[in-house]
């Protein structure tokens, strides 16, 4: 089954404590992308890629790293995480052989306390 | 840079009648244009598509929206809702110069009342 995978689903952490939310696609797409969604926002975009070992910054991509070392996965790193990152998290796939749609996560909920 | 606007945060209505959900966004010289919805507790899917062609996209579960050039816009219409379309509802935006970037609504929460 075609699915991006998010782990782990819910996490509760503290200030400062390093954590890695993973993302993993089984559809060989080039573009993946991390969202965080929070009430009245919208979903924002941190960092995306285009293909393996290319990312940039989306729009808010402030106290968050990603790596794109294979072209299943696209980890989303906050180093020092605090209470303002505490969101709800969205990875995404494209194909950029065509224009259709983005492929999503089921979601990871943050809370850091 | 591109925006888009849900022109309404929530929408409450009576199961069996009518919806719009209404977008705008930014002009651009070619656009892909996307709704997507996200019931409770669960990521989002898509329901219909911009691409080209016929300005009038039908999606899943009876969803139908009208693209607009002139006006900038993409609303999202049902003629009869239920219950189970009760969910929030995103409208967003790619460039087509720009693989990379979509930019999505702030979102609009249906809510359907028996």
């Known amino acids: 089954e075609a699915q991006v995978t998010q782990n782990p689903r819910y996490l509760i952490t503290v200030t400062g404590k390093k954590l890695t939310v993973t993302c993993s696609q089984n559809?060989?797409?080039?573009?993946m992308s991390w969202y965080r969604q929070d009430p009245g926002l919208g979903l924002r975009q941190i960092y995306y890629?285009?293909?393996?070992?290319?990312?940039d910054k989306g729009d808010v991509p402030e106290g968050y790293k990603v790596s794109r070392k294979e072209k299943r996965n696209f980890p989303l790193i906050l180093e020092s995480p605090s209470p303002n990152q505490t969101s709800l998290y969205f990875c995404?796939?494209?194909?950029?052989?065509?224009?259709?749609?983005?492929?999503f996560g089921e979601g990871s909920r943050l809370t850091v306390l | 840079a591109q925006s888009v606007t849900q022109l309404d945060s929530q929408v409450p209505v009576f199961e069996e009648a009518p919806v719009e959900l209404r977008c705008n966004y930014s002009?651009?010289?070619?656009?892909?244009l996307f709704w997507y919805v996200q019931y409770p507790n669960q990521g989002l899917q898509l329901l219909l598509k911009?691409?080209?062609?016929?300005?009038l996209v039908k999606g899943i579960n009876g969803f139908e929206a009208e693209f607009n050039k002139s006006q900038t816009s993409f609303h999202l219409r049902k003629p009869s809702v239920h219950i189970s379309d009760t969910a929030e509802y995103f409208c967003?935006?790619?460039?087509?110069?720009?693989?990379?970037?979509?930019?999505f609504g702030d979102g609009t929460t249906l809510t359907v009342k028996p």
């Open positions: 995404a796939s494209l194909p950029l052989s065509n224009t259709g749609e983005l492929f």
């Open positions: 559809m060989n797409h080039e573009y």
């Open positions: 002009s651009s010289v070619s656009v892909y």
């Open positions: 967003a935006v790619r460039d087509g110069g720009n693989a990379g970037k979509s930019t």
């Open positions: 911009y691409l080209s062609g016929s300005t």
């Open positions: 890629s285009m293909n393996v070992e290319v990312t």
